[in-house]
């Protein structure tokens, strides 16, 4: 534990609980290390999230000897991912010929995978988790070290000194701003709107990707509700405003047929939430006393479902490396940037390949009529080996992790 008068001092300072934050919080306070997660937010409970847990993330969780306790919650799992293309259905993803215990995708809300993880980590007496606090600046020197975070919190502003402060505050990261860390963005031509429509018992179990007409969605089974996600060419929104509910229902329901009749519980734009897309990384994850990762260090898209994955194994890379300096009560500049020399590559291709998707969706977006596929797309999906690699791509991400000691 850092040395200080203030009894909020910690050895490392996490802002953030989302799935990176609460992950490192978690594999640190294993290791005996006093750890703080101010989380802004007073509960897990929001959308826009995402509700994948990948293959390599079920086999983290068995590694860690959670997985049977984690099987047990409600969810659906995915062994294949289809997409619905035109009139053709294309299996994308095959998850169950991966070398991992749990060979499929488990859906579910992400505020129950927070909440599980969260309790699995306040068994370790070193984890603290401070719901509602939300960092407002960063305890710097002049030299620009931080030596921790300042937090808005319910009875006022507070100081937490810290040993190492790590950002996992995702894509509006105050970490990263407050540390003046510079940006790289890739632009994205599409956005998202999120949406809730009614799910009946006769609806299929695992439906997700429709493409046709010039749109594109994506329906994510939440047990009596799908988690609608209708994609839209960037800046567009307004447009599809002004040209009424009536037009958007009728959109929905030529491309998710089986919706018919239900599209009408959309009845206002309220209902509707506008998620703006973002792919970008930082030039440096770090400065001294100072880590980022997570969305904080390179904001992913949807595309892919990967995002979470990824945080994920940034939590796991960042444990593995810095465990035992911060037992030791402190890392160097050389050991916070030893994460981004490991992760950065995995990062950086995985976000190639999402920019690579957003182009080929752009052309889809800016169709009309009913979709073709082209047939090179055609000859890919149906060669051997392609949903296997795809799987290998989604389900265990370009550099899984390993918990070190499980
Ligand atoms: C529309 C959309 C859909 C997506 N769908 C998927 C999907 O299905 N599967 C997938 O894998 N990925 C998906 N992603 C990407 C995924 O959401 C992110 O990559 C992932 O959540 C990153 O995790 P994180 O822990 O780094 O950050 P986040 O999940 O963003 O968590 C950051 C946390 O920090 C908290 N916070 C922020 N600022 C402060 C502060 N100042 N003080 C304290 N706390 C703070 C936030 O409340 C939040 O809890 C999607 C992204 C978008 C935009």
Redesign the pocket.
């Given at each position: 534990m850092a040395t200080s008068a203030n009894p909020l001092a910690t050895t490392c300072c996490i802002?953030?609980?989302?799935?990176?934050?609460?992950m490192l919080g978690f594999l640190l306070a294993r290791h005996g290390i006093a750890v703080t997660v101010?989380?802004?937010?007073k509960d897990?409970f929001?959308d826009?999230?995402?509700?994948?847990i990948?293959p390599s993330t079920l086999e983290l969780l068995y590694e860690l000897r959670l997985l049977d306790k984690f099987l047990k919650l409600p969810q659906s799992q995915v062994a294949k991912l289809s997409g619905y293309i035109g009139d053709r259905t294309v299996t994308m993803a095959d998850f169950s010929h991966l070398p991992t215990h749990a060979k499929f995708i488990a859906l579910m809300p992400?505020w129950d995978f927070l909440y599980f993880l969260a309790a699995e980590a306040a068994r370790y007496p070193s984890f603290t988790l401070r719901m509602g606090?939300?960092?407002?600046g960063l305890i710097q020197d002049r030299d620009g070290t931080t030596r921790g975070v300042v937090?808005n919190t319910a009875d006022g502003p507070v100081e937490i000194p810290a040993a190492l402060t790590v950002g996992?505050?995702?894509?509006?990261?105050?970490?990263r701003v407050a540390a003046h860390l510079p940006l790289i963005d890739y632009g994205v031509p599409i956005d998202?709107l999120?949406l809730r429509i009614a799910r009946l018992p006769s609806d299929p179990e695992n439906a997700l990707g429709y493409v046709n007409y010039g749109r594109l969605i994506v329906l994510?089974n939440r047990s009596d509700y799908f988690q609608m996600?209708y994609i839209v060419a960037k800046g567009t929104f307004p447009q599809l405003q002004q040209e009424g509910l009536p037009s958007f229902h009728q959109s929905i329901e030529r491309i998710v047929p089986f919706v018919a009749g239900r599209t009408a519980e959309i009845d206002s734009w309220d209902k509707v939430k506008l998620?703006?897309?973002?792919v970008n990384r930082l030039q440096e994850w770090c400065s001294p006393g100072l880590l980022c990762?997570?969305?904080?260090a390179h904001?992913?898209?949807?595309v892919?479902?990967?995002?979470?994955?990824?945080?994920l194994q940034?939590?796991v890379a960042t444990a593995n490396l810095l465990s035992e300096s911060l037992l030791s009560g402190s890392a160097t500049v050389h050991d916070l940037r030893s994460v981004q020399n490991y992760r950065e590559a995995a990062v950086r291709n995985t976000q190639r390949v999402q920019v690579f998707a957003h182009r080929m969706l752009s052309h889809v977006l800016h169709s009309t009529g009913p979709f073709v596929a082209p047939l090179p797309f055609r000859i890919v999906t149906s060669l051997p080996g392609f949903r296997y690699l795809t799987a290998r791509f989604i389900g265990m991400g370009l550099q899984p992790q390993h918990i070190k000691n499980h």
């Open positions: 802002i953030g609980g989302g799935p990176a934050g609460i101010l989380e802004k937010h897990f929001r826009f999230r995402g509700d994948t990948h992400q606090w939300e960092a407002t937090a996992c505050d995702g894509r509006h990261a105050i970490s998202v999120w994510i996600g998620l703006t897309v973002q990762i997570g969305d904080a904001a992913m898209s949807p892919g479902g990967i995002g979470i994955n990824i945080a940034d939590a």
